[in-house]
């Protein structure tokens, strides 16, 4: 098995062009499998629903694994099996009639708009770290984009003048519009800070760190969290609840869901549908103040 999964690896990288975090998740999930199988001498090609089935049991039972993790893994071992019955390394896919566990959707966190303003006046333009912390927040509200696309972007991916951004992420590109606030701020963070933090030429990165250097995950999870805890808001906020604020708030004043979805960067629609329970509430209020017999 091991020899399959080297060139079912490959495979995902080369041929698929898969990311890197998703290609160490094949990793993690087929290199637990196959540990699973040779423990109990178990051979990857005469594999059977039911041993699969037992090993999702063993997952549940031993491992205490999620719902959500064992769907993932299903679908690890599903795309391992269909690449080797496509190669004629097996006769049959023992995942084809597998059952993934229901996973429970877990609501959103999303702020209202005016926690959304107070959180983005904590910021004070007073210092370097206040404009640049005043510019990133206005940005990531702006925008929508995942913390991950957010601190991959370098200074050429802003464009100021048409007040627009260019997302690359895995292998992909998308455009989102800059509003006002977020092209003002990032504006004054380009100009009053940047320059001064950034200690090399070569240094691409439109966020960076009071070092100079790139932002990381942790540093904008942190970031967030200090003035989440200077507005005292008791919600618990991450770089995610901007994105999710992001998207209830433009469907609730109006814009389309497929525009939505764009901006997002939502590859499948039901992702971004998710929303939708947050604008039926608005239209319940709407409907309540205004129907004479509501």
């Not at 005016?114 to 509200?141: C, H, T, W």
Request: hydrophobic share 35%.
């Amino acid at each position: 098995m091991e020899k399959q999964l080297k060139q079912f690896f490959k495979f995902l990288e080369n041929d698929k062009k898969v990311s890197s975090n998703t290609l160490q998740s094949y990793k993690r999930d087929l290199e637990q499998f196959k540990t699973y199988l040779v423990l109990n001498e178990k051979k990857y090609n005469k594999i059977q629903e039911e041993d699969l089935k037992e090993y999702l049991n063993y997952l549940v039972e031993t491992q205490n694994k999620k719902p959500s993790t064992i769907s993932r893994m299903i679908a690890s071992i599903r795309s391992f099996y269909q690449y080797e019955v496509k190669n004629d390394k097996v006769e049959k896919d023992p995942t084809e009639k597998l059952q993934s566990p229901k996973i429970e959707k877990k609501v959103p966190c999303v702020l209202t708009s005016e926690e959304v303003e107070l959180l983005l006046e904590q910021p004070r333009n007073s210092d370097l770290k206040g404009i640049r912390d005043k510019a990133m927040l206005e940005f990531a509200y702006a925008t929508g984009m995942r913390v991950s696309e957010i601190i991959a972007l370098n200074v050429e991916d802003v464009n100021i003048k048409q007040e627009l951004v260019v997302c690359k992420s895995e292998n992909k590109q998308r455009t989102i519009p800059l509003g006002k606030m977020a092209i003002n701020a990032v504006k004054e963070y380009l100009n009053g800070a940047r320059d001064v933090l950034v200690k090399s030429d070569k240094e691409q990165a439109l966020f960076v760190n009071l070092n100079g250097k790139r932002l990381t995950r942790q540093g904008f999870w942190k970031i967030i969290k200090f003035y989440q805890e200077q507005a005292h808001i008791e919600k618990d906020i991450t770089p995610h609840t901007l994105r999710h604020s992001f998207a209830t708030h433009l469907l609730q004043n109006g814009a389309e869901l497929k525009a939505i979805q764009t901006m997002l960067g939502h590859s499948d629609i039901s992702s971004t549908q998710v929303y939708m329970q947050f604008q039926n509430n608005g239209i319940n209020d709407i409907y309540k103040k205004a129907h004479p017999r509501a």
